[in-house]
């Protein structure tokens, strides 16, 4: 991975073009169940015990930067604070329009993603779609990059394998955008795939579960969460719910 900035050159438009990939797309993601009911027929999911409950790909962002948070939210102990309101209003002016072209790269917006193995779904920011046929996900970012990037690399990751099974394509690089310095980071979608998949594992054990995750032990994480309240971290010294 590599962060550089934004660039609005795009590559020119080649004379003749395959169809779009992106025609598969539209034409599966309206088969993704509605949510908590069981799972198509095809190849097992990750952990045979609990198959069947289909994760939001969101959800995993938030299971990489706090457990606990992401069950929370899961079971609606959710709070707006500033940093949700500015991301909100950010992920809004992005999904304005639903594509658009820029000197023949081009721009889907707000499309809706899918994995029959892996039991995922959610909706991709950005998919850049080259003249070449190179599918591209995007996902942006309000703020600037920290100095731990995992939960929002392993987000656009999912979003990534998305596109590979409902297209028959590689798709391996992805993208992450942060709109306050308007710089973007080159995510390799490979190098981080195992890591996706435990992390999707271990979420769906945790949704499963009566008794929530431990507190995280980064407690500068909890300052701005936007559920702090629910989650009540003061209590990190008990044993937990």
Not at 205 to 228: D, G
Request: proline share 7%; net charge positive.
């Amino acid at each position: 991975m590599r962060l550089r900035g934004h660039s609005s050159t795009t590559p020119s438009a080649s004379p003749t073009r395959a169809a779009s990939p992106m025609a598969s797309v539209s034409a599966s993601c309206s088969r993704v169940p509605a949510r908590g009911t069981a799972a198509e027929p095809g190849p097992a999911p990750i952990v045979e015990a609990v198959e069947g409950l289909w994760i939001q790909i969101s959800r995993i962002e938030h299971h990489a930067y706090c457990p606990r948070q992401a069950v929370l939210i899961d079971r609606e102990a959710w709070t707006d604070s500033r940093e949700t309101v500015r991301g909100s209003i950010a992920h809004a002016s992005v999904d304005s329009s639903a594509k658009d072209h820029r000197h023949g790269l081009k721009i889907h917006h707000a499309v809706a993603l899918r994995h029959d193995r892996l039991l995922i779904r959610g909706t991709a920011d950005t998919i850049e779609e080259h003249p070449d046929g190179r599918l591209v996900p995007v996902e942006h970012k309000s703020g600037r990059a920290t100095a731990d990037t995992t939960p929002a690399v392993l987000q656009v990751v999912a979003q990534a394998l998305c596109l590979e099974s409902m297209t028959g394509r590689a798709v391996p690089s992805a993208a992450v955008f942060f709109m306050a310095t308007n710089s973007r980071l080159d995510v390799d979608v490979r190098a981080h795939q195992s890591a996706l998949e435990s992390a999707i594992a271990e979420l769906r054990l945790n949704l499963k579960s009566p008794r929530l995750p431990p507190w995280t032990s980064q407690v500068q994480r909890c300052h701005k969460c936007s559920i702090r309240l629910g989650c009540m971290p003061e209590l990190a010294g008990r044993e937990s719910a």
